[in-house]
């Protein structure tokens, strides 16, 4: 079982660049989201989707778009980046309905310079 | 106000003793759930245990268990026989509203727990 998939593992921006964190789960979930985590600060939920064509704002959203086009796939844009938007950031699923335990992809590092 | 409070920073606990991780949590809704995460050096996330606020008894998975105290809005993981393997980060989290289709969570800013030999 792959579970959930992020690519890349790590990544390194300049300051205006954009581009998309990859996301895809393999277990049907209907719920996704992306977390970003800073140091001190624990995990701040950026957006999430409970289902395909269903996207809605978690607590820092800003500087942040999503999709939800499949079941399967969640990605996250970056416009602009800026320095403040270094983190490792998180992706995460579930079923609804049933257990609210999330599954975690691996992360991804994101620097921006 | 911070809605989960972690106090402690870092933890020591010698191996083979018991150990709680504290977590105190601010909500006005009368349905919720509360996570506890663990977060080892390679960074990988792995749910621990879960208690919902209607639940009557404190969960409990193998060495893990929830000490869910409801008045005092405390929840807190108690850890038995501590292994080397158990030094990690840890994250208490919380789930506001009804499950139904809500599971977002507010994640505390972590434990750092350290097991020594």
């Known amino acids: 079982n792959a579970g959930v998939t992020q690519t890349p593992k790590f990544q390194v921006l300049k300051t205006g660049q954009s581009m998309t964190l990859q996301c895809a789960q393999d277990m049907n979930h209907e719920y996704m989201s992306w977390y970003r985590q800073d140091p001190g600060m624990g995990l701040r939920l950026i957006h999430y989707?409970?289902?395909?064509?269903?996207?809605d704002q978690g607590e820092v959203p800003n500087g942040y778009n999503v999709s939800r086009s499949t079941t399967e796939d969640f990605p996250l844009r970056l416009l602009s980046a800026a320095p403040s938007q270094t983190s490792v950031y998180f992706c995460a699923s579930t079923e609804l309905g049933g257990t609210e335990k999330l599954f975690f992809g691996s992360g991804t590092q994101l620097s921006v310079l | 106000a911070q809605k989960i409070t972690q106090t402690q920073p870092g933890m020591f606990v010698q191996e083979k003793e018991a150990v709680t991780l504290d977590c105190t949590y601010d909500t006005s809704d009368p349905s919720y759930g509360l996570f506890w995460y663990k977060q080892p050096s390679s960074g990988e996330m792995i749910f621990l245990i879960y208690?919902?606020?209607?639940?009557?008894q404190n969960a409990t998975e193998g060495r893990y268990s929830l000490n869910f105290q409801k008045a005092r809005k405390s929840a807190n993981l108690v850890i038995s026989a501590s292994q080397l393997g158990d030094s990690a980060m840890y994250f208490c989290?919380?789930?506001?509203?009804?499950?139904?289709?809500?599971?977002?969570?507010?994640f505390g800013s972590g434990t750092q727990l350290t097991v020594l030999p």
């Open positions: 989707s409970v289902g395909a064509g269903i996207t």
């Open positions: 208690q919902g606020s209607y639940d009557q």
């Open positions: 989290a919380m789930r506001e509203g009804p499950s139904g289709s809500a599971r977002q969570l507010t």
